[in-house]
């Protein structure tokens, strides 16, 4: 999975699934803060308009005066949009505005390489950086998949949860043929996975070979800690340190900078 083209250049690894619900926001989150527990230095990136990374690190959308949203769309410096956040994860966040900025960068040439860009200009100083994508394939998405060295598909265990898979890997595959030759799908990452469940296990023992892809182990427990740690503005991480919840994300962590 190695690219850089300097080994000082941050990895930039893309969660992305166009189905909403399926752990991306939260993969974001504790991923991050797994890293950071490591000694990584963070970014977070919320490329989505309903900014949920953004409000679950503790910061008010509403109260945000420069987002992605004018990195994106009026040449605003990366640097300058940066919040600190607790867990020592550094944020780009999101606003509703970033809604508009589809149909701003459609009429843009080289309007899927604006991210790319940004990060290249603005995220020299970061070990990782990690991208959460919106639920769609449109625009924002394409500037991720084309900054992106990796891709993480969250996939939770459950039912009918594999729709729109194979609509995602093509577009990477055009994405990899256009775009970015250089992004690698990393894997599945099983999320909301309930081990007493028969259905469950079935989607963990299926999902690799149906799609031919590896699969990011452990799965990530489904626990109500993670519904609870949104609200205090810090991941599972920190709210529920050692629950088998965090503890999944940090094996995640360690088997990607493994790789790294
Ligand atoms: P996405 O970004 O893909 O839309 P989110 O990360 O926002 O998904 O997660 C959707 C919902 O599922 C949120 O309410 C979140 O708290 C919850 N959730 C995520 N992961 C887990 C988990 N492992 N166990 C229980 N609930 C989870
Ligand atoms: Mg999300």
């Known amino acids: 999975m190695a690219r850089r083209k300097s080994t000082s250049d941050p990895t930039i ?8 619900g399926v752990a991306k926001t939260t993969t974001v989150a504790s991923l991050g803060a797994a890293f950071a527990e490591q000694g990584r230095r963070v970014l977070l990136v919320d490329l989505d308009p309903q900014a949920c990374l953004t409000f679950s690190l503790g910061v008010d959308p509403d109260t945000v005066e420069k987002s992605i949203h004018d990195v994106l769309t009026g040449g605003t410096d990366l640097g300058d949009v940066v919040i600190g956040c607790d867990e020592d994860l550094d944020l780009v966040p999101s606003t509703i505005d970033l809604a508009g900025a589809e149909a701003l960068l459609l009429v843009r040439p080289g309007r899927e390489y604006v991210l790319r860009s940004a990060l290249e200009a603005g995220a020299a100083a970061y070990d990782v950086v990690l991208l959460d994508c ?23 265990c459950e039912m009918l949860s594999h729709r729109g898979v194979g609509q995602l890997l093509d577009t ?11 992004l690698e799908v990393w894997g599945i990452l099983p999320t909301l996975y309930d081990g007493r469940s028969n259905h469950s296990r079935e989607v963990l023992a299926d999902v690799g070979e149906r799609y031919d892809l590896p699969v990011l182990m452990p799965p990530i427990p489904k626990t109500v800690r993670f519904a609870e740690a949104p609200a205090v503005g810090r991941s599972v ?3 529920a340190s050692s629950s088998k919840g965090a503890r999944a994300y940090r094996e995640i962590a360690t088997l990607l900078l493994d790789r790294l």
């Open 134 to 156: 919106s639920p769609s394939l449109g625009v924002l998405t394409l500037n991720a998949l084309t900054a992106a060295d990796g891709l993480i598909i969250p996939m939770p």
């Open 172 to 182: 990477v595959a055009d994405v990899q043929r256009i775009l970015n030759p250089d």
């Open 13 to 20: 690894i893309a969660l992305a699934n166009q189905k909403g």
């Open 237 to 239: 991480l920190s709210t």
